[in-house]
């Protein structure tokens, strides 16, 4: 994957495919985990004495598919949302997955999530918390 700007538009490359373009006047800083920053030096440029947090000149943008997988966890069935991951692996949406999975005490797919991540503890995790009969303590500790 990989960002690149065109005038005022940034578009996100994924196999050679662009997703939409996003509008924007920022200059790219940082792609990395499906998410895009930009800053606005422009802005930083017209006033540069008047600034007193530079956090407001960074802007973040998600790529298509951690929006669509968050979308999917949101209003579709968690099911949908693990096919869509299988077709558009990254290890963020699985994180995504996992996290999605613990909430709802499905631990077939946290673990499925988890291995994929290659996250030890979070296995580690999950079978600790099997061990638990009472599913509000298995609830108490996934918070």
């Known amino acids: 994957m990989c960002a690149l700007m065109e005038k005022n538009r940034m578009f996100v490359m994924r196999n050679f ?25 422009d802005d930083i440029l017209k006033a540069p004495e008047d600034i007193k947090n530079i956090g407001d000149f960074i802007e973040s943008y998600e790529c298509r598919s951690l929006r669509d997988t968050r979308d999917h966890l949101t209003t579709i069935s968690l099911k949908d949302a693990v096919e ?32 994929k991540i290659e996250d030890y503890h979070g296995i580690k995790f999950l079978k600790a918390l099997k061990k638990i009969d009472d599913k509000y303590k298995q609830k108490a500790e996934i918070c």
């Open 84 to 115: 869509f991951v299988d077709q558009n692996p990254h290890p963020r949406l699985w994180k995504l997955i996992a996290e999605a999975a613990l909430e709802k005490l499905d631990f077939a797919v946290a673990e499925k999530a988890f291995v």
């Open 17 to 41: 495919k662009q997703e939409e373009p996003i509008l924007s006047s920022g200059y790219l800083c940082r792609f990395s985990d499906l998410e895009v920053k930009a800053a606005l030096l």
